[in-house]
């Protein structure tokens, strides 16, 4: 089970760095018109007016996307910021025990922003719902990566809860490696 929960992980941090390319991409291009805009207006007297339509439409949703595809994969790897100020202070069973709540409140809050995220994604698909802006999504296409993103970091903290359980180490304990090689 650890090799397929390791690459459902490593998939959705891939597909977030992929989203964080694809912002690169879209933010470089439209500089780059931008820049031929401003040649052409200094040599023509008049700008051409080049612009990729809806680009920070599509940005933002890149962004979010990103955001959440890359929160499990970022979680098991150790790369979140914990403040450990209380538990550093705690001997073993007692952090153990700390530790177990957080995670369990952080699982209930993150699996009812993931149903409530799945419903939303459900609502935009029935209704027709629509982004805004000189290109037009269906609404909820931009959600379901937010959506699917959530329900990755729900197994992972499900996954992470399992493990403390069980008293196996933490894997938000990081692991001071190069994080795509295990």
Same mark, same amino acid.
């Given at each position: 089970?650890?090799?397929? =929960?390791?690459?459902? &992980?490593?998939?959705?941090?891939?597909?977030?760095?992929?989203? *964080?390319?694809?912002? @690169?991409?879209?933010?470089?291009?439209?500089?780059?018109?931008?820049?031929?805009?401003?040649?052409?207006?200094?040599? @023509?007297?008049?700008?051409?007016?080049?612009? *990729?339509?809806? &680009?920070?439409?599509?940005?933002?949703?890149?962004?979010?996307?990103?955001?959440? =595809?890359?929160?499990?994969?970022?979680?098991?790897?150790?790369?979140?910021?914990?403040?450990?100020?209380?538990?550093?202070?705690?001997? !073993?069973?007692?952090?153990?025990?700390? /530790? @177990?709540?957080?995670?369990?409140?952080?699982?209930?809050?993150?699996?009812?922003?993931?149903?409530?995220?799945?419903?939303?994604?459900?609502?935009?698909?029935?209704?027709?719902?629509?982004?805004? %802006?000189?290109?037009?999504?269906?609404?909820?296409?931009?959600?379901?990566?937010?959506?699917? %993103?959530?329900?990755?970091? @729900?197994?992972?903290?499900?996954? /992470?809860?399992?493990?403390?359980?069980?008293?196996?180490?933490?894997? &938000?304990?990081?692991?001071?490696? !190069?994080?795509?090689?295990?």
């Amino acid at each position: 089970m650890r090799p397929i =929960l390791t690459a459902l &992980y490593r998939l959705s941090g891939i597909v977030a760095a992929l989203c *964080i390319l694809s912002i @690169t991409g879209l933010v470089f291009a439209q500089v780059c018109l931008n820049l031929i805009d401003k040649v052409a207006a200094a040599m @023509t007297g008049q700008a051409i007016g080049l612009t *990729i339509p809806s &680009y920070s439409d599509f940005t933002g949703f890149l962004l979010a996307a990103s955001t959440f =595809l890359g929160l499990a994969y970022t979680l098991r790897e150790g790369g979140h910021i914990r403040v450990t100020l209380v538990t550093g202070l705690l001997r !073993n069973k007692a952090r153990r025990r700390v /530790e @177990t709540v957080v995670i369990a409140l952080a699982l209930a809050m993150v699996a009812y922003a993931t149903v409530y995220m799945g419903l939303l994604v459900a609502e935009s698909h029935e209704y027709g719902d629509r982004t805004s %802006g000189m290109i037009s999504l269906p609404l909820w296409a931009v959600q379901l990566p937010v959506a699917v %993103g959530l329900g990755v970091l @729900t197994i992972a903290l499900l996954d /992470e809860l399992i493990c403390n359980l069980m008293g196996l180490p933490a894997s &938000y304990e990081g692991k001071g490696e !190069n994080l795509l090689n295990e």
